[in-house]
């Protein structure tokens, strides 16, 4: 039997969400993508996950509304917080250059911390999709050049495309905070296996 803790987040590998919970259980974790925040909720309530983890609030862009809705509507408790600092990365193909790029596409919330970078290069078309990872690994695909994603770095890694510019949130001091999400609260082991800085809602 696994000793891992299994966690459930929304988007796809080398999203913030995955690199959240791996900063949290390291390699205590196995992280479980899936495609909507509810799916997530739905993953905690039915056993398959053993946490769920959530962005909730934006330093920049705010409350994450539809993932606030989520946890709203399932009945799940909210067992901790982690709060990540977030770069955001215009990823692209090798050899593309900011100036020959045509769209732009990441998740709403991404998109909205870097509205200072979008308004200074009006050419690009902002492309809402489902998670930042998942950008990356569409415009890695379409092998169109004139295609970019904002993303994480190891999003880059993982889909081989190239870091155009790092750090285009509007802000320096960008952070995340994210909900630990629970059927119970009497999951004391995984509790445990958390790293310090976690903080545990009574």
């Known amino acids: 039997m696994s000793a891992h803790v299994v966690v459930a987040y929304q988007g796809e590998p080398g999203a913030f969400s995955e690199l959240a919970i791996l900063e949290t259980w390291g390699h205590a974790a196995r992280p479980v993508p899936c495609p909507e925040f509810a799916d997530v909720a739905r993953a905690v309530r039915d056993g398959s996950a053993d946490f769920g983890l959530l962005p909730v609030e934006n330093s920049i862009a705010g409350r994450v509304e539809a993932s606030v809705a989520a946890i709203e509507r399932a009945s799940l408790a909210i067992v901790g917080a982690v709060e990540r600092p977030i770069r955001l990365c215009l990823l692209g193909h090798d050899g593309a ?100 800085g976690v903080m545990l809602d009574a």
Request: charged share 20%; hydrophobic share 45%.
């Open 97 to 196: 250059a900011i100036e020959s790029l045509r769209s732009v596409e990441s998740h709403p919330v991404a998109l909205a911390q870097c509205a200072g970078f979008l308004r200074a290069h009006p050419r690009l078309e902002a492309r809402p999709v489902f998670d930042t990872a998942g950008a990356a690994r569409l415009v890695a695909a379409s092998r169109d050049a004139s295609r970019a994603a904002i993303a994480s770095s190891r999003a880059a890694e993982l889909h081989g495309l190239a870091i155009l510019r790092a750090g285009i949130e509007d802000h320096g001091g960008n952070v995340t905070r994210f909900a630990v999400l629970s059927a119970s609260r009497s999951q004391s082991r995984a509790l445990d296996s958390m790293r310090p």
